[in-house]
């Protein structure tokens, strides 16, 4: 039978890739409970991990070994002062076991440059294709990624004024209060600057506009950096702002189905009367795919539905119903990389 401490090391390995099953996380939940010494090593734990900078490793790499190996290289859980040889053993340690590329000093627990200025370390998620990924910044703020959305982060907002991060694609936000460090969502348009809030933004370097729709609180629409920022606009409940960012053109709805833009978080998509150009552009990043509307016509057209889980073609052969629209699905060609292209989608009118 497995020893308590070899399950709960290989347990808290696998929490930090999440992977754990709804038992393995009731156990690990209960042992952390148990006491303040299981408190503190889980604590230990999660230091080191985060320390290493990198969530995605190679797959060539044991994350549950090299994690133990780290732990039983450093006496009773502690980071303590050792000798100039056995500091620079321990960091040996890091960088050959789970690949990083850190400096010595931060890796003990220095977390400063040779002139005496905080160092920022960040940290970047993203949601594959087809899948969402919820996570929890340091300051306790939740963050929701929707599918092919990346985001980079501090590992904490100990040493900034501000509490800023970096969205490509989606991502719903709901931000703990800190008047005195607001949060910036950094985008390719315009950055998003709350203080304690609760919205969706939805900004993919490759279109050319963005959304923000703001369930509660107020967020205001900024270029530029701190001390020099402009700010173009403040938003209320409700209010949802469009950006085109090759016009610098702003447009703002008062919208009470809020559902609309939050919903993909529960694994929802829904339409209230959208054009097929905002369809098209959720359908490609859910299920990974090109979709090209041949035909001008189609534009014309709105669409309302709600979809649970349903695959691209059933998605399309209820949308094909309520419409003069048919589709032709292209199948993925391997290219000479040995890679595979993105399935490609054809809408037309029906003949």
Do not use: H
């Not at 060539?60 to 450093?74: A, F, M, N, V, Y």
């Not at 321990?90 to 789970?98: E, G, H, S, T």
């Not at 490609?284 to 534009?299: F, G, H, P, S, T």
């Amino acid at each position: 039978m497995e020893k308590v401490e070899n399950k709960i090391e290989r347990i808290i390995a696998k929490s930090f890739k999440g992977e754990l099953d709804s038992k393995e996380q009731d156990f690990l939940d209960q042992w952390i409970s148990m006491s303040q010494e299981n408190k503190r090593k889980f604590g230990i734990y999660e230091k080191l991990w985060k320390r290493s900078g990198e969530l995605l490793l190679s797959n060539t790499i044991d994350i549950e070994q090299s994690l133990l190996k780290t732990k039983k290289r450093i006496p009773d859980f502690r980071f303590k002062r050792r000798t100039r040889f056995g500091n620079f053993r321990v960091a040996a340690v890091f960088i050959l076991a789970m690949g990083l590329g850190f400096l010595i000093n931060y890796l003990l627990g220095g977390n400063d440059l040779i002139d005496g200025t905080p160092q920022i370390v960040y940290q970047e998620v993203r949601a594959s294709y087809g899948t969402r990924t919820k996570l929890i910044l340091a300051d306790g703020t939740n963050v929701w990624l929707n599918s092919g959305s990346t985001l980079k982060f501090p590992i904490d907002f100990d040493n900034v004024e501000e509490r800023a991060v970096e969205l490509n694609g989606e991502g719903y936000f709901d931000v703990t209060k800190n008047e005195s460090k607001p949060f910036i969502v950094n985008t390719s348009g315009l950055d998003v600057k709350v203080y304690g809030t609760s919205f969706n933004v939805s900004a993919y370097e490759e279109y050319d506009s963005m959304e923000v729709a703001l369930v509660e609180g107020k967020v205001s629409l900024v270029q530029g950096v701190k001390g020099d920022r402009k700010e173009y606009m403040v938003l209320n409940p409700n209010d949802v702002v469009e950006c085109n960012i090759s016009e610098k053109r702003l447009s703002r709805i008062s919208d009470s189905k809020m559902n609309k833009y939050t919903s993909w978080k529960d694994g929802q998509m829904i339409f209230y009367g959208d054009p097929i150009a905002k369809v098209v552009s959720r359908l490609e990043k859910w299920y990974n795919v090109d979709i090209e509307i041949r035909d001008k016509a189609l534009e014309n057209y709105r669409f309302t539905a709600t979809f649970n889980d349903e695959s691209l073609e059933q998605v399309l052969k209820l949308l094909s119903l309520s419409s003069p629209m048919e589709y032709n699905i292209v199948a993925s060609t391997k290219q000479n990389d040995d890679s595979f292209s993105r399935r490609q989608v054809i809408l037309s009118i029906k003949k």
